[in-house]
């Protein structure tokens, strides 16, 4: 597929067990962000990866919240302990190279999540 | 802190009147905005920035920064038109985010 690729697509979990997302960016894609789409409102910044190095992690709501891509290719957003207000649709987007400029941002379908 | 709002949750307009959604932001320096569109049961999707200055699918937005407005403008509604749109911006230079507004769904009736 030429797009960016999430699994699952839909995940329930009880409150305090860990999950972990994935997010499979397009081919070549040098910029990968992580965002959380509560209810009723536009996406929110989580954290930025240029190749494996996380440069931005200031949107992640707690220290349960934890994302990696050590290879500079897929990624993986963990929440650990989850809690009811964990529940939303965690977006992933990557673009070609968004260091020096902003490139356009290429979304998945999301994962969304359900705490009970 | 940059800030992006859309005042209306839902706009209702019928085929072929004019549609202008509402995106005002702030921000002290100098933004790039954007509009992503997302269809029903698709994902969201880049519909136009303000840098490239073209219109989309009969869409165009200004940026006003007198107003601090980037409206979305289309002269007739088609039904197809139908969709969640948010307005966002990021800061100039690159290795930025992106910060949304709550977005407009707008439904376009017969």
């Known amino acids: 597929g030429a797009g960016v690729s999430q699994s699952p697509r839909y995940k329930v979990a009880k409150r305090g067990q860990d999950v972990a997302l994935r997010c499979d960016p397009i081919s070549g894609h040098v910029s990968l962000f992580w965002y959380q789409q509560a209810l009723g409102q536009g996406p929110e910044f989580l954290t930025y990866f240029q190749n494996e190095a996380q440069l931005d992690k200031s949107g992640l709501p707690s220290d349960r919240f934890f994302a990696e891509r050590p290879e500079g290719s897929v990624s993986t957003l963990k929440i650990q302990r989850t809690q009811q207000e964990d529940s939303a649709v965690y977006l992933c987007?990557?673009?070609?190279?968004?260091?020096?400029?902003?490139?356009?941002?290429?979304f998945g379908d999301g994962t969304r999540l359900s705490i009970l | 802190a940059q800030r992006v709002t859309q005042p209306e949750k839902l706009l209702s307009v019928f085929k072929g009147a004019p549609v202008e959604l509402k995106c005002n932001y702030s921000?002290?320096?100098?933004?790039?905005l954007f509009w992503y569109v997302q269809y029903s049961r698709q994902r969201l999707q880049l519909l136009l920035r303000h840098i490239s200055r073209e219109s989309i699918k009969g869409f165009t937005a200004d940026l006003n920064k007198g107003e601090t407005s980037f409206h979305l403008k289309k002269p007739f509604a088609q039904e197809e038109d139908s969709a969640m749109y948010y307005c966002a911006l990021t800061l100039t230079g690159g290795g930025n985010k992106l910060t949304f507004g709550t977005g407009t769904q707008l439904k376009v009736e017969l």
């Open positions: 921000y002290s320096g100098s933004p790039e």
């Open positions: 987007a990557s673009s070609l190279d968004n260091w020096r400029s902003n490139q356009p941002q290429h």
